[in-house]
């Protein structure tokens, strides 16, 4: 089959130059309708983070036994090994438990897998198992969803259906299919039957969420309630593919617009998207995570991840929309160095106000302006509406210059935490969903830097993307909110924010690393000195 040339599509969205099909917007089927079913699904997500009065007592129960179980186990057989082999232990046992106990956990669970540098090394790695090697739906069960869907037997739409997954995640799994008509594409399949025990998780959650609020520092701050919300609204959408597609289009017609061509997005089908099936372009290039086959292709890897950090600005400050779930699954890089962006399960959304607050929260970032940052921060939900921010900078030394914390000792990196917590806690601080997607993606290029390019000079390169982004948008961001971008961009306080004085010129990420693994021995030989004096107490 001749595969035809898609100008047409390709003027309005990043797609690749030659698809197998030409999308027209206003002839797309499962279009109709599609505003009002992510306002319906929104809804029913709000609804399903709301504490219900008396929550799912099996499902809770079958919960504790699944969680009590792996912490028991690690206690018996891990825990007295202590160290790192501990950590992996336990970390192996819940991504275990988290996979018995179905889509929501396994959902945590590729969140905590984006976690580099925040969540310790050993669950990382372990949770990044829950990201494609979730165990496979039989292909019976996915033939099943895919003809009730599609109202026709498999082979009619189908001259080619591999029986075997090329991926498996929580929500769905992904095949290889050809069409009859010639075109080589992915079939994305809901698992069966998952939409009562995501209700049912999201229930229980939402049940206990508010309960931890203040029982745990590092709980507070994270907001339980707010991740309650965020899991409701992810997943609800997850569970229709439809939203999916649209999200696609929405991205790639984003691309676009601010003429980022080195990202692209595979095209849905026309026709053959439904709710629990999506149809789109088979896309092809080298995972993300094959660190050998992108340098042997000569992929400059600075330009791919600073082109990852600009398009998810230019998203979310500009028009309020990103792709929401940035991991090395969810990106091909092909031999030119074009990014192939996949599985929009989950985007980001800000309303005006928010994107508004959003914007002010990093120009006040990159012109060193602690007090529109800390104002963009409460805007967003982060503080109470009446928080006195001169009180906060006063109270979190905001004003004084950097502590370096490979200068500090264990008990008092420990002590400088807790106070900080403590008075974050005090002020009602929170961790707002709107910025939790945000963070991940954050996250996950921290990740990126590290695999492919830990030579990369952090400083130097975010003054690159913010005098880009000052240059081509600032005009534009300036009349949005009412602040006059005539503020030289400082990073003093991003410099800051590593505990360095405005004094270094460069920081490696090798640099920050090492930096990273002082503080890691700091907090490990507090834990030790911690256990040596309960144990003589014993």
């Not at 399903?48 to 690690?74: E, H, M, Q, S, Y």
């Not at 439809?242 to 997005?265: H, K, P, S």
């Not at 492919?452 to 975010?462: K, V």
């Amino acid at each position: 089959m001749e595969t035809p040339h898609a100008t047409a599509d390709v003027e309005r969205f990043s797609f690749t130059d030659q698809g197998p099909w030409i999308l027209d917007p206003d002839l797309i089927v499962w279009r109709a309708g599609i505003d009002e079913l992510r306002a319906k699904t929104r809804i029913e997500g709000d609804a399903l983070a709301r504490p219900p009065k008396v929550p799912p007592i099996a499902r809770l129960l079958f919960t504790g036994v699944r969680l009590g179980g792996a912490i028991a186990a690690w206690q018996l057989f891990d825990r007295r090994k202590g160290g790192s082999e501990s950590r992996a232990g336990i970390s192996r046992r819940l991504r275990k438990a988290f996979e018995r106990l179905g889509p929501t956990y396994i959902k945590l669970g590729q969140i905590v897998s984006a976690g580099e540098g925040i969540f310790p090394e050993e669950l990382v790695a372990e949770f990044r198992l829950c990201r494609d090697e979730v165990p496979a739906v039989p292909f019976e069960d996915v033939k099943r969803v895919v003809e009730e869907d599609l109202g026709r037997p498999l082979g009619d739409v189908f001259s080619e259906f591999a029986t075997t997954p090329i991926a498996a995640a929580s929500i769905a799994q992904v095949h290889v299919a050809k069409l009859h008509t010639g075109e080589d594409v992915v079939v994305k399949v809901q698992r069966p039957a998952i939409d009562e025990m995501v209700r049912l998780d999201l229930r229980a959650m939402s049940w206990i969420s508010p309960k931890l609020i203040g029982r745990i520092p590092i709980a507070a701050l994270a907001n339980p309630p707010a991740i309650v919300e965020l899991f409701a609204d992810t997943i609800v959408e997850e569970l229709d593919f439809r939203l999916e597609a649209q999200n696609m289009l929405d991205v790639a017609q984003i691309l676009a617009e601010t003429g980022q061509r080195t990202v692209i997005c595979p095209r849905p089908h026309p026709s053959l998207v439904t709710k629990r099936v999506l149809v789109m372009e088979r896309l092809h290039g080298h995972n993300f995570d094959n660190v050998d086959a992108i340098k042997a292709a000569g992929i400059d890897m600075k330009s791919v991840i600073r082109a990852g950090m600009v398009t998810t600005l230019e998203g979310s400050m500009l028009y309020g929309v990103f792709h929401g779930d940035l991991h090395a699954g969810n990106l091909f890089v092909d031999d030119s160095g074009r990014v192939a962006l996949l599985d929009f399960g989950i985007t980001g959304r800000l309303d005006e106000g928010r994107r508004n607050a959003f914007i002010r929260l990093l120009m006040g970032g990159v012109t060193n302006d602690m007090r529109t940052q800390l104002g963009a921060i409460r805007d967003l939900g982060a503080l109470p509406a009446d928080t006195d921010l001169d009180a906060v900078i006063t109270d979190l030394g905001l004003d004084k210059p950097p502590k370096d914390p490979t200068q500090m000792s264990a008990q008092e990196l420990v002590d400088d935490i807790r106070d900080v917590v403590k008075k974050l806690t005090e002020y009602g601080a929170s961790m707002p969903k709107e910025l939790m997607l945000f963070v991940k993606n954050l996250l996950f290029l921290d990740g990126a830097i590290a695999m492919h390019a830990p030579d990369l000079d952090l400083i130097a390169e975010t003054f690159q993307v913010a005098s880009y982004m000052a240059t081509k948008h600032g005009q534009r961001l300036a009349s949005e909110t009412g602040t006059p971008m005539d503020k030289e961009i400082d990073l003093e306080g991003f410099k800051a924010s590593f505990g360095l004085d405005n004094t270094v010129e460069s920081l490696t990420y090798a640099d920050l690393q090492e930096r990273r693994k002082i503080i890691r021995e700091r907090f490990e030989e507090h834990r030790k000195t911690q256990r040596r004096r309960l144990l003589r107490r014993k």
